[in-house]
Nanobody, 124 residues
């Protein structure tokens, strides 16, 4: 089992950058694939990015490709989401999630463990 805590959210102007962190407890962090999702008011939770346990494979939603970068440091039990060139459409609560399942990492249902979320607000 793993406990996840996100941080790094905040208010930023359009064109700015933020780096989100996802700190995990548990000695088996390195065995989990990790995903970042976001949920805007009135909308469903949507996939943003994912990374395998080794960090060798990553995936991005089309809406963030080229602007966001996912990474992880298994020695620190932490994953990151570097977000550049932010725009108001990126405003949402961002969640990190973990799974040991060899499943489609773009699906919310693939993840058993979730953090509490961190708010990202991009002003125009």
């Amino acid at each position: 089992q793993v406990h996840l805590v996100e941080s790094g959210g905040g208010l930023v102007q359009a064109g700015g950058s933020l780096r989100l962190s996802c700190a995990a407890s548990g000695r088996t962090f390195s065995t989990y694939a990790l995903g970042w999702f976001r949920q805007a008011p009135g909308k469903e939770r949507e996939f943003v990015s994912a990374i395998t346990w080794s960090g060798r494979w990553t995936d991005y939603a089309d809406s963030v490709k080229g602007r966001f970068t996912i990474s992880r440091d298994n020695a620190k039990n932490t994953a990151y989401l570097q977000m550049n060139s932010l725009n108001p459409e990126d405003t949402a609560v961002y969640y990190c999630a973990a799974t040991t399942e060899a499943a489609t990492l773009r699906l919310v249902s693939s993840y058993a463990y979730w953090g509490q979320g961190t708010q990202v607000t991009v002003s125009s």
